[in-house]
């Protein structure tokens, strides 16, 4: 299947922690995104990549670090973790940086104990 | 600044009837504008955009530059349809950067 994937889906760990949430996609694409949703819902950007290349920062504390190893990955490692980090996180992909159609995975539901 | 607007952050209707989702915007440039929908604890997806001027699902969305509006509109909702809607906008400005509205819940009551 040509997608979007993240894993892992459910992710439930202590404050304080570290831990990574992996992204592909096979689609070819330019592109890739992280996004932060919250419990009312809202969605927010928090990365974007462009072969391999930081584009977009959004203000979000440097616990959290993005790392592209290729154009395909796009992986989030978050340090130290806080209980205002429960969410789920979002990848996403589009063919180029402008104009274009996000494709998203399936989420990460992070739970912060 | 660039922004998106749903003002609509529930929105209830009866099967069959006309449903509006209100998005407004506000960019310096010509923006491109998305539908997404979210339908319960599942991806993103892409409804419509306004360039390729579809209908989808039954839903539409016409820009209206004037009024700086993305409004999605479908004549007759079915239960299916309760979803959360997001409005995005997109352009050259800010690195590309996505900008995506509150999102609103739709309800669609049998």
């Known amino acids: 299947d040509t997608a979007v994937s993240q894993t892992p889906k459910y992710l439930v760990t202590q404050m304080g922690n570290d831990k990574s949430i992996k992204c592909e996609q096979n689609l070819g694409h330019d592109t890739m995104y992280w996004y932060k949703q919250d419990s009312k819902k809202f969605l927010k950007i928090m990365f974007s990549?462009?072969?391999?290349?930081?584009?977009i920062n959004e203000t979000v504390p440097n616990r959290f670090s993005p790392k592209s190893p290729d154009k395909a990955h796009l992986n989030l490692h978050i340090n130290s973790l806080e209980l205002g980090d429960s969410a789920v996180y979002f990848c996403?992909?589009?063919?180029?940086?402008?104009?274009?159609?996000?494709?998203f995975g399936p989420g990460t539901r992070l739970t912060v104990l | 600044a660039q922004r998106v607007t749903q003002p609509e952050k529930l929105l209830s209707v009866f099967k069959g009837a006309p449903v509006e989702l209100k998005c407004n915007y506000s960019?310096?440039?010509?923006?491109?504008l998305f539908w997404y929908v979210q339908y319960s604890r599942q991806r993103l997806q892409l409804l419509l955009r306004h360039i390729s001027r579809e209908s989808i699902k039954g839903f539409t969305a016409d820009l209206n530059k004037g009024e700086t509006s993305f409004h999605l509109k479908k004549p007759f909702a079915q239960e299916e349809d309760s979803a959360m809607y997001y409005c995005?906008?997109?352009?050259?400005?800010?690195?590309?950067?996505?900008?995506f509205g509150d999102g609103t819940t739709l309800t669609v009551k049998p």
């Open positions: 996403a992909s589009s063919l180029q940086l402008t104009y274009n159609e996000q494709f």
């Open positions: 990549y462009n072969n391999k290349e930081l584009i």
């Open positions: 960019y310096s440039g010509s923006p491109e």
């Open positions: 995005a906008l997109s352009g050259q400005a800010n690195a590309g950067k996505s900008t």
